[in-house]
């Protein structure tokens, strides 16, 4: 306190602002205002001035309040960041609920579109233009159902199920989405070392991570154009190599690197970059949770993600994930003959043009087909002739009674009836739930031909299944 005394003011004043403060001192500025303060170690902090102009031994002189609000712009800034997580996480459940509602629509449509394609595509002469043309037709409209499972999965509408994959042909799949997306400046290389090993994963994360990777590499080449690079390859990590990853046992990985070449990502954020929220970019290009997001998926599955930027020279993140000896050949489509079917089917979906298509997929299967629009009809269909029909298949959102109160009804009155449940998306229903009350299907829309010839023949095999087992209860 003793150095105080007979100083200058000024001098506790950092260079920024004194300026400021002189013009308040001359013009008598009596309000509080902030300003920023100099320790004698020529650290800087924020200061909160309140001056007076008081009399003193007959004299007016210039009293000065300073206090070190240090702590307050902390408690601030914290406020802030709180704040700022729970809009965010507001503006996520809206997502949310939006996204959960478009599925319904959206899946409803491609029900449509995928399933007249089909049929067109069958109606076509093999190997004309036609029959070329209706396959972009399916392969655009089954990329499309699979965004919106990806939308599902973000705004976490869905759970996802792990399974075994080769990750090289989901980033093929990615590359062909993102590409028309990106400007001609910015050129996407691709390449994988050897035979990649294969991960268990939900291929929804997998599609997810990697247009989180490259949408972030874009945008650091946004201004500049340059080279978007994704590499596969194989690697062992032993025990001091995850010295930073406790939780990550060693082993055989598969490590997905996405670099770019844009400016780099500076030293003293680096990090920061996984943290939630945190983002560099402005307003509308990024809420800061793609590499949260990231880093998340990642950990989930058991391995890591880092970081490597040089200023000037761009930037990698590279995924590590735990291999699996299993080796996945890629998936091949059937081309044998689609199993027919004579069972009579009650079909009910409350979308007409997905109920002609529903009919007329399974005529064309040779089962016989009694149509509703209305589950409440169908319901009293049913009640008139229970024994008429042999399989059941309906959609789950409709008015009046949902699909899963529709088969709840219909078990009561035949508890063994093979029944398929269709949905585009249901907050109220999930396959567990399903086949809990006796549901033997569960499939999500858009379905496909082949989606319900392979339902059809699984709830007759089970049905098949469940009479032979009555048959030898009976007998015993």
């Known amino acids: 306190m003793k150095e105080l005394v007979g100083m200058d003011g000024l001098q506790l004043i950092a260079p920024s602002t004194r300026t400021l403060v002189m013009q308040n001192i001359v013009s008598g500025y009596e309000k509080p205002y902030e300003a920023v303060g100099l320790r004698k170690n020529g650290e800087e902090y924020p200061l909160r001035l309140e001056a ?3 009399p003193y031994k007959g004299k007016q002189v210039r009293s000065v309040e300073f206090r070190d609000i ?3 712009k902390k408690a601030e800034a914290e406020h802030q960041r709180l704040q700022s997580q729970l809009i965010q996480a507001q503006k996520m459940e809206a997502i949310g609920t939006l996204a959960g509602g478009i599925a319904h629509d959206f899946n409803n449509i491609l029900g449509a579109v995928l399933g007249y394609a089909e049929m067109a595509k069958e109606d076509s002469v093999p190997g004309s233009q036609a029959s070329k043309k209706l396959d972009r037709v399916i392969e655009a409209g089954t990329r499309a159902a699979g965004l919106v499972k990806q939308i599902l999965a973000f705004s976490r509408q869905v759970v996802t199920e792990p399974v075994p994959l080769n990750p090289e042909h989901i980033i093929k799949e990615t590359i062909k989405l993102l590409r028309p997306s990106l400007p001609s ?6 390449q994988s070392e050897g035979s990649i090993r294969s991960i268990i994963a939900d291929p929804t994360q997998i599609h997810q991570l990697v247009m989180n990777l490259c949408t972030n590499a874009f945008h650091a080449m946004e201004q500049t154009g ?22 990550v046992k060693p082993g055989k990985f598969v490590v997905l690197s996405v670099s770019d070449t844009g400016p780099g990502i500076p030293p003293e954020i680096r990090d920061r970059i996984f943290d939630p929220y945190f983002t560099t970019k402005e307003v509308g290009k990024g809420t800061g949770m793609g590499l949260a997001i990231i880093h998340g998926i990642a950990t989930s599955l058991g391995g890591f993600v880092t970081c490597d930027s040089i200023i000037g020279q761009g930037a990698v993140f590279r995924s ?4 699996i000896e299993l080796d ?30 529903g009919k007329t997929m399974l005529e064309r299967l040779s089962y016989h087909v009694t149509l509703c629009n209305d589950s409440n009809t169908a319901l009293a269909c049913f009640r008139e002739q229970p024994n008429k029909f042999d399989i059941l298949v309906t959609d789950q959102t409709m008015p009046g009674m949902t699909g899963f109160d529709l088969a709840r009804e219909v078990l009561r009155i035949r508890p063994n009836l093979p029944i398929i449940l269709c949905t585009g998306y249901s907050n109220l229903i999930d396959e567990k739930a399903a086949k809990q009350i006796g549901i033997k299907a569960f499939i999500m829309k858009p379905v496909t031909k082949k989606q319900l010839t392979e339902a059809l023949m699984q709830v007759k095999i089970s049905d098949i299944s469940q009479g032979e087992d009555r048959q030898q209860t009976t007998s015993l």
């Open 328 to 357: 996945i050949a890629p998936k091949i489509e059937s081309t044998d003959v689609v199993p027919m079917g004579k069972e009579h089917v009650l079909f009910v979906d409350d979308e007409e043009m997905l109920a002609d298509l």
């Open 185 to 190: 400046t910015i050129t996407i290389k691709q």
């Open 52 to 54: 007076r102009n008081i």
């Open 226 to 247: 340059g080279i978007l690079s994704i590499n596969l390859e194989n690697q062992e990590l032993s025990a001091p190599d995850l010295r930073q990853y406790p939780n």
């Open 320 to 323: 590590f994930f735990p291999a």
């Open 70 to 72: 240090t702590d307050a």
